[in-house]
């Protein structure tokens, strides 16, 4: 009998493959559309008050549809939210939100050093991403979602991150090479 | 037979998926994004680990082995990766026999400990316990090993008595690429593995390893060879795949053969495989679903002695409910059925041969939030049945205070068994009347009562724990003198009870981003005494060998980019009751990677003597000898 509900276990959990719901990836989306609340960019004045924020996934997209969902409807002052699935690394320099997924992890300084010293707040949850130079990192810590934040890098690329989100998170520095 | 509890199982499952989907994901991401930066980073997401990560809050004594202790402690094998855990008792009795055992009662056929990897339990119904020799996995694909000291048993179960070890392997997403080992030496005369990682479409990952090694023999006491020389080798997969944003769906599996050297004529041969499936489906931001099942089939011949094959099949049901802002509920069920077939020989005998047993679990856990989250309490039970001793509940209580954001004080009430295995009622020796050694027919289960209390204080770079606990036991095993004073026959029963007390103290500080130290330090006594009216005089001699007291001291530094050196001493003081003296050893290892993609090590094993015993009565004893190996690893 221990087939059967096996077998019934794993037969119906093979049919169940659909329903878009998140979690871990739900958290994060909420926090990158929070993000844009907290980080003043030092961009060019010039710029239409209009003009849509730009939030980039730059690699394989673990979000789905939860953060188009997320940010739906919403508005920064009266810019609106648009994601962007970016298929290369040129394609970054619209963006003001740069999300490097993990597929990316090996590249993470190759990219990087594409973006740098752009107003783009650069966040991954990779390894190390802090560390590497990226500004903000998820750390997955005890089933919740940490922040890493390396100031330097935002400095040196006129992102402005406010004391708000920096209370929350740990602040790193890039090790000296 | 189609239990109650199987179809309640099978109707629990299936309401919940049937839970209506999209309107609720619209409306958990709305009350997302109402929450406040702090409310935020307090969610709790539900990872794709059926049970892990979970423990991790809960208020015991818990160490984390990290992949990067694990790669420059230079083990290069499950046992010796424990060696980093100090509140285990881990000695190495030959070449392949290790005794593991946490808050004491260790030898090599120790019962009170719960060993998973990848949420399987590894473990043998013939003596409840752990064979190391075929515990193995490619040590760098390790994402961390947990090991709680203390009883795990309402959420992990029967066995879980003084701790549970909980080795979890890397989500194949991390480990992409061709990745090369190779090296050798005097004592591991040589090991090489090969792991291919890729993908399958954009959202399923896979790897594929595969690895071999030959491990030298120790010392007899003569200073001779022993008969243990070994070599094993083993592959496996592990497939990834994030069907959608909430199913995530894991396929992992191993296959093992090996060949041990013995006294007696012949070699030990050893084969086995496994397959595990895993399901995660998170249900909202609150709740969170995971089903896992298992199939674990393996074999042991030891010529002149016994031989074995066991298939184990096991399915996890588990689900999280933050039900109520101030309660977190976990509530799961488990079915288990082993089909035990042993082969005798002349000298001993299990009788049945072949058994077929099952286990029914059921738990549920409270996680109740008070005082604005600073004080939690937990309540939570186990009800397992078993076909030996029928239902055994396994209840504990935890509280948890967090009076300032770096200091958390803990204690804990806890009930745990450990049931009977096949050694305890079904062992003869020899195979025929008149038996020197029976099994005890009406054997029960062994219980335990444990009180403990600790305190985790963080200051900056420096982390310090102390756990400290005393336990109570009832119904230990004993061996019954039938016709005392005459030593045999014997028979097994439960005539025995004692007690265990002691402290874990750990510290570790980082001095520099470069250089971190650590320190553990174990005190540990237990006590076993005979019941009114036993006739056993061993006094937990067969039940327990632990020494008093044990430090460890490692260092971790790294040198520039390029360089890294490693350190590990350890002393253990004496096990008096196998006159093994005490002793002290060091580990080492020096890395260097010239380039990201290679890495070169060399390391040292118990480098501070020629040889020496870590187990075992003067006769019976082995000496383990100094090591040293060479190993290169690239990563393409």
Redesign the interface.
């Given at each position: 009998?221990?087939?059967?509900?096996?077998v019934?276990?794993?037969t119906?959990?093979l049919l169940?493959?659909?329903?878009?719901?998140?979690?871990?990836?739900?958290?994060k989306?909420?926090?990158l559309?929070?993000f844009a609340q907290?980080v003043d960019w030092r961009s060019p004045p010039a710029q239409d008050p209009r003009a849509p924020l730009l939030i980039g996934i730059l690699g394989?997209?673990?979000?789905?549809?939860?953060l188009d969902?997320?940010v739906r409807g919403e508005r920064l002052g009266e810019r609106p939210f648009e994601i962007r699935r970016l298929r290369q690394l040129r394609d970054i320099e619209a963006c003001n939100i740069l999300f490097i997924s993990?597929?990316e992890?090996?590249r993470v300084e190759q990219i990087l050093a594409a973006v740098q010293n752009r107003p783009i707040l650069t966040v991954s949850d990779g390894?190390d991403f802090a560390k590497r130079g990226g500004m903000i990192q998820f750390v997955?810590d005890?089933?919740?979602?940490?922040?890493r934040i390396n100031v330097e890098a935002a400095q040196a690329a006129n992102v402005t991150i406010s004391s708000?989100?920096l209370r929350?998170a740990e602040i790193v520095r890039t090790?000296p090479? | 037979m189609t239990s109650p509890r199987s179809l309640f199982l099978i109707l629990a499952t299936t309401v919940v998926w049937a839970l209506p989907a999209r309107a609720q994901q619209r409306d958990s991401v709305e009350a997302l994004k109402r929450l406040s930066l702090d409310q935020l980073m307090n969610v709790e997401v539900m990872s794709v680990a059926l049970r892990p990560q979970r423990l991790f809050e809960t208020p015991s004594a818990i160490q984390v082995i990290t992949q990067d202790d694990i790669r420059r402690s230079g083990a290069t094998s499950l046992p010796e990766a424990l060696r980093l855990a100090s509140n285990l008792q881990v000695a190495q009795v030959d070449a392949r026999q290790w005794a593991i055992s946490a808050r004491g009662f260790n030898s090599t056929t120790a019962n009170k400990l719960l060993v998973l990897i990848d949420g399987r339990t590894v473990y043998t119904p013939l003596f409840s316990g752990v064979f190391w020799d075929v515990q193995d996995v490619l040590l760098s694909d390790v994402d961390r090993i947990e090991v709680i000291s203390g009883p795990g048993a309402t959420l992990w179960g029967a066995n879980a008595v003084n701790g549970v070890i909980n080795v979890i392997t890397k989500d194949a997403k991390e480990t992409g690429g061709l990745q090369v080992t190779g090296g050798g030496g005097n004592e591991l005369r040589g090991l090489g593995s090969a792991r291919y990682g890729g993908g399958l479409g954009a959202h399923a990952k896979y790897r594929i390893y595969g690895k071999a090694f030959s491990r030298d023999p120790t010392l007899r006491p003569n200073g001779q060879d022993a008969p243990d020389g070994w070599h094993m080798g083993q592959g496996g997969f592990r497939l990834d795949w994030d069907a959608s944003a909430s199913n995530r769906l894991s396929l992992l599996g191993d296959w093992y053969d090996g060949r041990i050297a013995q006294a007696n004529p012949g070699h030990i041969g050893v084969s086995g495989g496994n397959l595990t499936a895993k399901w995660a489906h998170p249900l909202s931001a609150k709740s969170d679903l995971a089903v896992q099942a298992y199939y674990d089939r393996t074999h042991r011949d030891i010529p002149g002695t016994f031989g074995e094959d066991l298939d184990i099949y096991d399915v996890d049901v588990q689900q999280r409910a933050a039900v109520h802002p101030r309660h977190d509920v976990v509530w799961g069920v488990g079915y288990r059925l082993i089909n035990d077939r042993v082969v005798n020989t002349d000298s001993l005998a299990f009788l049945p041969p072949h058994v077929a047993r099952q286990w029914f679990t059921a738990f549920a856990q409270d996680e109740i939030a008070l005082a604005s989250d600073r004080l939690h309490v937990t309540l939570g039970t186990k009800i397992e049945h078993n076909d030996y001793t029928g239902f055994e509940i396994q209840p504990s209580g935890r509280v948890n205070w967090t009076f300032s954001p770096s200091r958390t004080l803990w204690a804990a009430v806890s009930r745990a068994v450990r049931t009977p295995s096949r050694i305890d009622r079904e062992l003869f020796v020899p195979a025929t009347p008149s038996y020197f050694l029976a099994g005890g027919p009406d054997f029960r289960s062994e219980n335990e009562l444990a009180y403990e209390l600790g305190y985790r204080h963080q200051q900056g770079a420096l982390v310090l724990a102390l756990a400290s606990f005393y336990n109570r036991y009832h119904g230990l095993r004993s061996l019954e003198q039938v016709n005392p004073p005459n030593p045999t026959p014997i028979v097994i029963a439960n005539g025995q009870h004692g007690e265990s007390y002691g402290a874990e103290a750990t510290a570790s500080y980082r001095i520099t981003d470069d250089w971190q130290v650590r320190a553990g330090y174990t005190e540990l006594r237990v006590h076993i005494w005979p019941n009114p009216g036993s006739t056993d005089r061993s006094r937990g001699t067969a039940e327990s060998h632990t020494p008093d007291r044990q430090l460890s001291l490692r260092s971790s530094l790294r040198l520039g980019t390029q360089w890294s050196l490693d350190g590990g001493f350890r002393y253990l003081s004496e096990i008096a009751n196998q006159q093994l003296p005490a002793y002290a050893e060091l580990d080492a290892r020096v890395g260097w990677q010239p380039v990201a993609a290679l890495e070169v090590s060399l390391a040292g094993r118990n480098l501070l003597h020629a040889h020496h015993a870590e187990f075992g009565t003067p006769a019976a004893r082995r000496g383990i000898q100094r090591g040293v190996y060479g190993m290169a690893q690239w990563h393409f």
């Open positions: 009998m221990a087939f059967l509900t096996l019934t276990v794993l119906s959990a169940l493959v659909q329903s878009p719901r998140a979690s871990e990836y739900q958290v989306a909420v926090f559309f929070n907290f394989d997209d673990p979000f789905g549809a939860i969902e997320t993990r597929s992890n090996e390894d997955n005890k089933n919740r979602i940490r922040l708000k989100l929350v090790p090479r | -």
